[in-house]
């Protein structure tokens, strides 16, 4: 009995020991003389404060029968997927954005009998499409995680999302 009790015990600990490690950033620093436990994690950090509600009214802000074009890459990269499933409409990201091309793309989505939306983080990336109507819809500061390929993250960084939308005149 006393095995079992040592075996469950070690698999306990190996579960919750490297969570509480990443979570709270447990660090034993040693100097002349001394040794303490030093926690810097994220357990008592606040990340992405604001960003639901922030896509909610994104998403109030795109009428259900649209379809949305991005014109910024970054934006494509980071709201695209939370455009598409919160706000239930199809989404695109433009790798080449000329008048001529953004025009023929809304031409195509009007002929689909959808609503095109342009999206993008600055008034002057919309600003050459005429006969359209532009008004910034997201204006989000926050704090993300870092981004680390290895090791957890210690620190938050802080970050701006601003969102302007296009839409046709009628």
Known sequence: MAAAAAVVTCCALALIFPAAITTFGLEVKTGPGEVRLIADGLAFRRANV????????????????SSVLIVDQKLMEQMAQDIRGMCGVPTAGLTTVTTATVEADVRAIERAGRRPVLLGTKYSQLTPFANGTIRKVMSLHTSIDDRLIFGAPRSTDPVRFTVYRWEPGQ
């Open 50 to 65: 604001g960003e639901i509600a922030a896509i909610n009214d994104l998403c109030a802000a795109i009428p259900g029968d």
